[in-house]
């Protein structure tokens, strides 16, 4: 306890720039992420996370793929019924955003998938790529 307390009390301490680092890495108040900006995003009656605006307008593009509700969540259409053919849709469109450049985070592409689930126990509703679940 007396080292946690010495390291506390330096000017420049590693708590600090702990801190510093957690509060870098815990960005969610800080990107839209907790107001109205962002919308849910909804697949089979189960909102399985949030869409910022600038990717909302370039759903919108996919009619057939997603459509907004009247609470303004978007889902994914509910033709596409079995993991994989959501998995295959939402893929086909986040190639798209990959070709055309849209969002920086995608530039971390890197073949890895993501299972979208409810809960960590629920059985998966898809997979993405990873990279587009970042912000």
Not at 9 to 38: D, M, P, R, V
Not at 56 to 72: E, G, T
Not at 76 to 90: G, W
Request: with cysteine; aromatic share 12%; net charge positive.
């Amino acid at each position: 306890m007396a080292i946690f307390f010495k390291m506390n009390t330096l000017e420049g301490s590693a708590i600090s720039q702990t801190l510093k680092l957690a509060q870098k890495f815990n960005n969610f108040y800080l990107n839209g992420f907790h107001n109205s900006e962002c919308v849910p995003f909804v697949i089979n009656g189960h909102q399985v996370g949030l869409i910022k605006p600038e990717v909302k307008k370039h759903l919108l593009s996919y009619p057939d793929i997603f459509s907004v509700q009247a609470n303004n969540s978007i889902h994914l259409n509910p033709s596409f019924h079995t993991y994989e053919s959501r998995s295959k849709c939402l893929d086909q469109v986040l190639h798209e955003f990959k070709t055309k450049n849209l969002f920086v985070a995608l530039k971390g592409w890197r073949d890895e998938c993501y299972e979208v689930r409810t809960r960590y126990t629920s059985e998966p509703l898809m997979k993405m790529e990873r990279s587009a679940t970042c912000k």
